[in-house]
């Protein structure tokens, strides 16, 4: 688990979030991803996505596509 916390300049807490080890990895792989298209998009080639289960893969669309915005 990882805690992401926006400070204020007075050094209190304006805001937090808290990401479990899967959405971290998603969110890491995602980006990869997302490099790895652009660097092969003028060949064409698509990149691969890794064996994931039904419910892991419907979870990472939906964490990529707030990545993606």
Same mark, same amino acid.
């Given at each position: #688990? ?5 400070? *204020? $300049? $007075?050094?209190?807490?304006? *805001?937090? !979030? +808290?990401? $479990? =080890?899967?959405?971290? +990895? ?5 980006? *990869? =991803? #997302?490099? @790895? $298209? ?7 080639? !698509? *990149?691969?996505?890794? =064996?994931?289960?039904?419910? +892991?893969?419907? @979870? @990472? ?6 990545? @993606?915005?």
């Amino acid at each position: #688990m990882v805690k992401i916390i926006q400070v *204020a $300049d $007075d050094g209190t807490e304006k *805001a937090a !979030v +808290e990401l $479990d =080890d899967f959405t971290v +990895e998603v969110i890491y792989s995602g980006i *990869a =991803d #997302m490099l @790895r $298209d652009a660097e092969t998009a003028q060949a064409g080639h !698509v *990149a691969s996505t890794p =064996d994931l289960s039904r419910e +892991e893969r419907q @979870r @990472r669309e939906k964490v990529l596509t707030k990545i @993606r915005g």
